[in-house]
């Protein structure tokens, strides 16, 4: 059973930065699409990004496209980061983080449907505010 971890998250003033962490166990990042979703009180669960098993796709919600990156580590293998720039204050929200091994699918594939991924972290609170 493959483990989730988000950390980083935290308040942020508007304007601020922050990056959030995914680390996964006993496991290499390179074998799973990672994604990334949040929910905001009261709403429903939506994208954020995701990123390809072979890291060479990513997609981005039109709301965070400029402002966020998704990444995976090189070198440890074991961790994904959301790099969040220019953070707004409806950017405040519950994050996840999100795995799949979409072995029915090609190395550059990846979900923007959260019913696609399999494993979820336990999430993380991002809130902006001044």
């Known amino acids: 059973q493959l483990q989730l971890v988000e950390s980083g998250g935290g308040l942020v003033q508007p304007g601020g930065s922050l990056t959030l962490s995914c680390s996964i166990s006993?496991?290499?990042?390179?074998?799973?699409?990672m994604g990334w979703f949040r929910q905001a009180p009261g709403k429903e669960r939506e994208f954020v990004t995701a990123i390809s098993r072979d890291r060479l796709n990513t997609g981005y919600a039109d709301s965070v496209k400029g402002r966020f990156t998704i990444s995976k580590d090189d070198v440890a293998e074991n961790t994904m980061y959301l790099q969040m720039n220019n953070l707004k204050p409806e950017d405040t929200a519950f994050y996840y983080c999100?795995?799949?091994?979409?072995?029915?699918?090609?190395?550059?594939?990846?979900?923007?449907?959260?019913?696609?991924?399999?494993?979820w972290g336990e999430g993380t609170q991002v809130t902006v505010s001044s």
């Open positions: 999100a795995a799949d091994s979409a072995v029915m699918y090609p190395n550059n594939y990846y979900s923007t449907m959260s019913s696609a991924y399999h494993y």
């Open positions: 006993g496991r290499t990042i390179s074998r799973y699409v």
